[in-house]
């Protein structure tokens, strides 16, 4: 079965620091990654997508992946209490079936 | 470019009876999906339509079925409402193969 694991979290960082979300995933097969912020309440919204080893950066946001380790991660730099939310990694194969994972929960604490 | 859009927002229904829920795409999106959430299983995939056409389908019972229309628009159906069914449900366009998904708010449904 394809999975994508995250730890649950919370993370906790303070105000300015850099974030670290990160994932793996099962399925060798897997040729796109995506990053969703969901804040409590609200529905997922695409912040970040990689699809070649190595990094990516937007602003203040940057994806890493690996495919040898399937490994993907997600660093938010001078992180904001606005980023506080559930930070969803999902993963997408040949079957393009989107696999998510459960969510990280991270709190930026002034 | 107006976002994707779910109705309606609540439902509270019985168990035993049925629900229809509606979403549009967004203009020039003709994939739609629908994913189920909840607090222990997280976001999972129900099923996807590309030209009114069921393309994918998830690891979901029968009881959960859906379709799209000419226009993109699709319904989900969930006939025989469990327990368990309780859940927000959230449809999402892309302009193709479930890439770069765009969520509409949800549905969140209760079976009492």
């Known amino acids: 079965q394809k999975e994508v694991e995250q730890n649950s979290g919370p993370l906790s960082v303070p105000e300015g620091a850099i974030a670290s979300l990160n994932c793996t995933y099962s399925?060798?097969?897997?040729?796109?990654f995506f990053w969703y912020r969901q804040y409590s309440g609200k529905s997922p919204e695409l912040i970040m997508f990689?699809?070649?080893?190595g990094d990516k950066e937007d602003g203040r946001f940057t994806a890493q992946l690996n495919k040898a380790s399937q490994y993907v991660s997600l660093l938010i730099r001078d992180s904001q209490p606005s980023d506080s939310a559930t930070y969803l990694c999902?993963?997408?194969?040949?079957?393009?079936?989107?696999?998510f994972g459960r969510g990280t929960s991270l709190i930026v604490h002034p | 470019k107006a976002g994707v859009t779910q109705t309606p927002r609540y439902l509270i229904k019985t168990r035993g009876q049925q629900v229809t829920l509606s979403c549009s795409p967004i203009?020039?999106?003709?994939?739609v999906s629908w994913y189920q959430q909840t607090p222990g299983q997280g976001l999972q995939f129900l099923f996807e339509?590309?030209?009114?056409?069921?393309?994918n389908k998830g690891n979901f019972p029968g009881r959960f079925s859906g379709r799209q229309f000419s226009n993109s628009r699709s319904e989900m159906n969930v006939s025989t409402l469990e327990l368990g069914d309780s859940a927000l449900y959230l449809c999402?366009?892309?302009?193709?193969?479930?890439?770069?998904?765009?969520f509409g708010s949800g549905t969140q449904l209760s079976v009492l």
């Open positions: 999402a366009s892309s302009f193709a193969d479930n890439e770069k998904l765009f």
């Open positions: 999902a993963s997408l194969g040949g079957s393009y079936i989107p696999t």
């Open positions: 203009s020039g999106h003709r994939s």
């Open positions: 990689i699809y070649s080893n």
């Open positions: 339509y590309f030209s009114e056409t069921q393309r």
């Open positions: 399925d060798r097969g897997s040729q796109s």
